[in-house]
């Protein structure tokens, strides 16, 4: 018996340190439950399109966004008529790389991306929440609306409106595949073709 319960908790500690997603043990049956069950989700990446308009500013391209527990790895290509960006983030800082430039590095994302896009200021601290449904943690929300399966419908947060257009089944989840963010004449619209729990791209 006792070997029995020493390999239980042995197991149960190998779970906890997993840095992978974690499948919710149940089909969410409430915001609260959809919430929790997101936070199983763990790293992610997702691909698809991306469109940005302002009023200094806009374009389209192709975007594969990679989410770890410790920073991320964003890719464009195409968009806002800059060729290829890659932007990335980790604990021991950021980096910036655009098509046939000198990469440049700096203590954080935001502060690359404010170089890249002076005049449309995006939230990546909360995106990454947004993305996958969820209001962005430690933030005030100003207004929540819902579907009627318990999902986000309109967010309001940070200043932006995100509107929820649709969602797509990646078992045993359900997350957005398409989404519009505005925040006065800066609207962002993201349509996510593909998503990979786990974080690793085929």
Known sequence: MKRLLLLLVVAALAACAARGPVAPPTA?????????????????????????QSPRQSGSGSVQWRQGRDGFDLRLHGAFGR?????????AGARLQRADEAPIEASSAAVLLADALPDTPLPLASLRYWVIG???PGHPVELLQLDADNRLALLRQDG??????????VPPWVLPSKLQARQGDIELRLAIKRWIPGGHAS
């Open 83 to 91: 060729g290829a960006l890659h932007l990335s983030e980790n604990t």
């Open 160 to 169: 932006w409106e995100i509107r929820y257009l649709e969602y797509q089944s």
């Open 134 to 136: 969820r209001p962005a």
């Open 28 to 52: 969410p049956s409430s915001f609260a439950d959809r919430l929790a069950a997101l936070d199983r989700l763990g790293e992610w990446t997702l691909q698809g399109r991306l469109a940005l």
